[in-house]
């Protein structure tokens, strides 16, 4: 690898740099991470961020809003500060740097989508893990290290190495297909962070609205998913793209494929097209030949299956083993909030059910399990405005009328932080929908008093379903406390 200077590194992320050029030592991390020789990357540092940094000894700080008297006093300590214009550069430099000191051989695959990013992560991470690959992955429950807004994927890469002691030997990272920061679309983010991975295999999930307010259109999201395809295109070395051929957007996108990468599509039959994988009644198929039997596989719903056959055609393209893909699907646990079931009479599931797809898919497959009535308790998406709310309630109303339903709604305001606050508005239009829709409901403003009254209403035969976002997050261990772990 070339020297890594911090002139090299301004250079690199079209920054300026205040202070002397020096050799940077140490990885790409958080301030509050440091340790001497480090590189660190804040959106934002002050004057006595700028103290702490060299009193920690790092090597430099890259900002994109020095605020206060940031560039004075890195003058007058003559500390290295670099200032870039986008933030979402200096960290896809890091997370390319790290992933070629770390993981320089190390067989890649990039998930993104609107939904099913996480699970299909997972599902490849716990398949590649069966194969005996050291394997890294940013999942998590929560999405939160998805992006290109701090260092995390670069410190995480740097740690885990050091963790386990072993090569990382293969990778798989979850990219934002939407991205922003402080209200603004961090532009071509997909882009940049599929640029940075260099995968072997991308794998996209569908297109759907989310993240209204940075994008306001179908059409803009597919702009943005489309950059991750572009990256992998534009490397064209053996590469695939694993693509949900029961989404038209994604059947779009693979009609513009000129070369490469090559396609694994999965999918329903349907007469002009036959996909590499799809789901017939006695379980998976590939290539007309069954692969694994419905009745082994450990989940049954739309969004499982579909994950399922995305994990298969990457590993398929990684030519991983069969017998490891099988055994990592059915050993698979999902993460938490996917579906999750978390007690049995009356069946109560989970699920991070936060936008129109998710949330039909969501009520479709738990009203095919309940033998009573479905009760519903909704947590309304928090500071995240009016729009994106009346299609979650509108989607919300079109699933329910066709189900036996009782419909609880909350705010769950006595548990969010100020970042998911629900506003009167955000209440209001969901309210609003469902009187248009002449659907009954219940509103309790604290989660907890909902879950309680949930519970009070149901029967051992009905099925709960807790679907929302993060107002949602804290159920299960409300649930803990008032029913006690199962």
């Not at 740097?158 to 603004?184: C, H, L, N, Y």
């Not at 499982?304 to 055609?313: E, H, K, P």
């Not at 907890?448 to 029967?459: F, G, H, R």
Request: glycine letters at 6%; a negative charge; charged letters at 25%.
């Amino acid at each position: 690898m070339t020297e890594l200077t911090t002139s090299y590194l301004a250079n690199k992320i079209d920054g300026k740099l205040t202070g002397p050029d020096i050799v940077i030592q140490g990885i790409f991390t958080f301030l509050n991470h440091a340790k001497p020789g480090d590189a660190v990357i804040r959106h934002w540092i002050d004057e006595k961020g700028v103290e702490i940094a060299r009193n920690r000894g790092v090597s430099c700080v890259v900002t994109q809003n020095p605020k206060g008297d940031a560039v004075k006093t890195a003058q007058e300590l003559d500390f290295p500060l670099i200032i870039t214009p986008k933030i979402e550069l200096a960290n896809a430099f890091a997370l390319r740097w790290s992933i070629e000191k770390f993981a320089p051989g190390s067989i890649r695959v990039v998930v993104t989508g609107t939904n099913g990013k996480s699970t299909t992560t997972h599902m490849i991470q716990n398949i590649l893990n069966h194969a005996g690959y050291n394997c890294y992955t940013n999942t998590d429950s929560k999405s939160e290290f998805n992006t290109l807004i701090d260092p995390v994927v670069s410190d995480q890469i740097s740690r885990f190495k050091a963790k386990t002691k072993k090569p990382i030997d293969a990778m798989v990272v979850e990219v934002s297909e939407v991205q922003g920061w402080m209200d603004k679309l961090m532009k071509d983010h997909a882009y940049l962070m599929t640029d940075a991975v260099k995968p072997d295999v991308l794998v996209l999930t569908n297109i759907t609205m989310d993240h209204i307010g940075l994008i306001n259109s179908i059409e803009e999201t597919y702009a943005e998913i489309y950059g991750a395809l572009a990256a992998v295109e534009k490397s064209c070395q053996n590469n695939y793209a694993v693509l949900n051929y029961d989404d038209p957007l994604l059947r779009k996108m693979a009609g513009e494929i000129v070369t490469c990468p090559s396609i694994i599509s999965h999918g329903s039959v349907e007469p002009d097209f036959n996909p590499d994988l799809t789901v017939k009644s006695d379980g998976i198929h590939h290539e007309d030949e069954l692969f694994l039997k419905m009745e082994d596989l450990p989940f049954k719903s739309k969004h499982f299956l579909q994950n399922t056959m995305a994990a298969i055609g990457a590993c398929l393209a990684l030519n991983i083993d069969t017998s490891a893909i099988k055994a990592g699907i059915l050993s698979y646990s999902p993460l938490n909030r996917r579906f999750s079931i978390l007690y049995q009479e009356p069946l109560i599931i989970d699920d991070f059910a936060h936008n129109p797809d998710g949330i039909t898919a969501t009520i479709k497959s738990a009203s095919e399990m309940s033998e009573g009535t479905l009760i519903i308790l909704f947590a309304v998406r928090g500071s995240r405005g009016e729009v994106i709310n009346r299609l979650n309630a509108e989607a919300l109303a079109s699933a329910l009328q066709a189900v036996d339903y009782s419909l609880i709604i909350t705010s769950s305001s006595e548990v969010v932080d100020e970042l998911n606050t629900v506003h009167a508005s955000e209440i209001e239009v969901v309210r609003k929908v469902m009187d248009e829709h002449k659907l009954e409901h219940t509103f309790k403003e604290e989660l907890e008093d909902a879950l309680n009254y949930t519970l009070n209403t149901a029967k051992k035969e009905d099925t709960i379903l807790l679907i929302g976002a993060q107002g949602m997050d804290p159920a299960k261990d409300i649930l803990n406390r008032i029913k006690g772990p199962e």
